[in-house]
């Protein structure tokens, strides 16, 4: 088995320019509250127009399903239909686009419209590290994987977002114990482990998300 540290070093070449072009993206969110996504050449979709707010939404929408989902409930919602749309409304456009747990994910969008303006003062935070405990303590349904997806792609660059995808990476590179439960503890784990992956190739941990997702998955999305 190729060791992690030159299978991303073996990846780099190819994906570069769209890694940078994601972090691009992300980072105009936190300074401008928009951004407009681009996901070619990995998805046949047009490019979208998204806000912090509908960024919140996207990752509530990721979980226990798949970025790629995601992104297509986003583009069809839109900024103001996560707003503006009733409860039934989100419903049946996500469950049409045939989530597993649409009504759930239409709750927590509706719920989460009282926190816009909380969501809109944490992507002023300087430290991803800090932001993500206030995160997981004031918004319903986020843990610490919703709340680091979430705080990556508004550009903050210090979290690591352990998904299904991330972690079998490090089990299988034997940086980590393989684990059934990704506990906060095993969690941290981890983060620990990418950082130090981090700092052997002078990555940011947003940077190598990308990577390992492309290695895993042979995409760049977010």
Same mark, same amino acid.
Request: net charge positive; hydrophobic share 35%.
């Given at each position: 088995?190729?060791?992690?540290?030159?299978?991303?070093?073996?990846?780099?070449?190819?994906?570069?320019?769209?890694?940078?072009?994601?972090?691009?993206?992300?980072?105009?969110?936190?300074?401008?509250?928009?951004?407009?996504?681009?996901?070619?050449?990995?998805l046949d979709i047009q490019p979208y127009q998204?806000?912090?707010?509908?960024?919140?939404?996207?990752? /509530?929408?990721?979980?226990? #399903?798949?970025?790629?989902?995601?992104? &297509?409930?986003? @583009? %069809? $919602?839109?900024?103001? +239909?996560? *707003?503006?749309?009733?409860?039934?409304?989100?419903?049946?456009?996500?469950?049409?686009?045939?989530?597993?747990?649409?009504?759930?994910?239409?709750?927590?969008?509706?719920?989460?419209?009282?926190?816009?303006?909380?969501?809109?003062? /944490?992507?002023?935070?300087? #430290?991803?590290?800090?932001?993500?405990? &206030?995160?997981? @303590? %004031? $918004?319903?349904?986020? +843990?610490? *994987?919703?709340?680091?997806?979430?705080?990556?792609?508004?550009?903050?660059?210090?979290?690591?977002?352990?998904?299904?995808?991330?972690?079998?990476?490090?089990?299988?590179?034997?940086?980590?114990?393989?684990?059934?439960?990704?506990?906060?503890?095993?969690?941290?784990?981890?983060?620990?482990?990418?950082? &130090?992956?981090? @700092? %052997?190739?002078?990555?940011?941990?947003?940077?190598?998300?990308?990577?390992?997702?492309?290695?895993?998955?042979?995409?760049?999305?977010?």
């Amino acid at each position: 088995m190729i060791p992690a540290k030159e299978e991303i070093e073996n990846v780099k070449p190819k994906v570069e320019k769209y890694v940078k072009e994601r972090i691009s993206q992300f980072k105009n969110l936190k300074e401008k509250n928009l951004t407009t996504f681009s996901f070619y050449p990995f998805l046949d979709i047009q490019p979208y127009q998204a806000d912090i707010f509908s960024e919140a939404c996207f990752c /509530i929408l990721t979980a226990n #399903s798949s970025a790629t989902l995601g992104i &297509k409930i986003q @583009k %069809e $919602i839109g900024i103001e +239909g996560f *707003k503006k749309y009733t409860l039934d409304e989100l419903y049946q456009i996500i469950k049409g686009m045939g989530h597993r747990f649409a009504y759930q994910r239409a709750e927590r969008i509706v719920k989460l419209r009282e926190k816009e303006d909380f969501l809109l003062q /944490i992507a002023k935070e300087k #430290s991803g590290k800090e932001a993500r405990e &206030k995160l997981v @303590k %004031e $918004i319903y349904g986020y +843990g610490y *994987k919703e709340a680091s997806h979430f705080l990556r792609n508004i550009g903050f660059e210090d979290v690591a977002i352990i998904d299904r995808h991330i972690s079998r990476f490090l089990f299988e590179k034997g940086l980590v114990k393989p684990r059934k439960t990704i506990t906060k503890k095993v969690y941290l784990e981890c983060e620990e482990a990418l950082e &130090k992956i981090c @700092k %052997e190739l002078g990555l940011t941990q947003g940077e190598l998300d990308l990577y390992i997702f492309y290695i895993k998955t042979g995409k760049v999305l977010k």
